[in-house]
């Protein structure tokens, strides 16, 4: 009767061979995807000191605080919303999402824009610089 039932355990080895197969090549994406969201998360308090920066030069040449800086509280997805004062209705939402940060703006009291990701391949600074200026230029 054994050799009746050796297909059954052929079938297993052979479905583990390919599992570990699968798992060696899948596993460097997943510890690049791990380091890529580890350095996004040590990033994100440079990029939101940029943010912070260039939203004082903003309310400086207005001559007002005319956008508020509001920092979420999440640990998991910190982020910080940009709120126009003059503006009504106009934010800017950025969230840290893995490797990336993701971007959500409204503009008008029901439109709003398609989220998109922003990969960290800039400076802090630039990074900073793309994701306000074109909002900034809507107000």
Not at 16 to 24: E, F, K, L, T
Request: proline fraction near 4%.
């Amino acid at each position: 009767m054994g050799q009746v039932n050796d297909w059954a355990r052929e079938i297993g080895e052979k479905h583990q061979r390919r599992d570990r197969a699968a798992s060696r090549h899948a596993q460097p994406i997943v510890d690049d995807e791990h380091e890529r969201t580890a350095v996004c998360r040590l990033r994100w308090p440079m990029i939101l000191a940029a943010i912070r920066a260039l939203t004082e030069e903003y309310n400086r040449g207005f001559g007002s605080d005319a956008i508020v800086v509001v920092e979420g509280s999440g640990l998991e997805h910190p982020g910080v919303t940009l709120e126009s004062v003059v503006s009504k209705h106009t934010t800017l939402g950025i969230t840290v999402d893995g490797p990336e940060l993701l971007v959500r703006t409204r503009n008008g009291v029901d439109s709003s824009a398609g989220p998109r990701w922003v990969a960290l391949n800039r400076t802090d600074e630039d990074i900073a610089a793309y994701l306000l200026q074109d909002w900034m230029q809507r107000l």
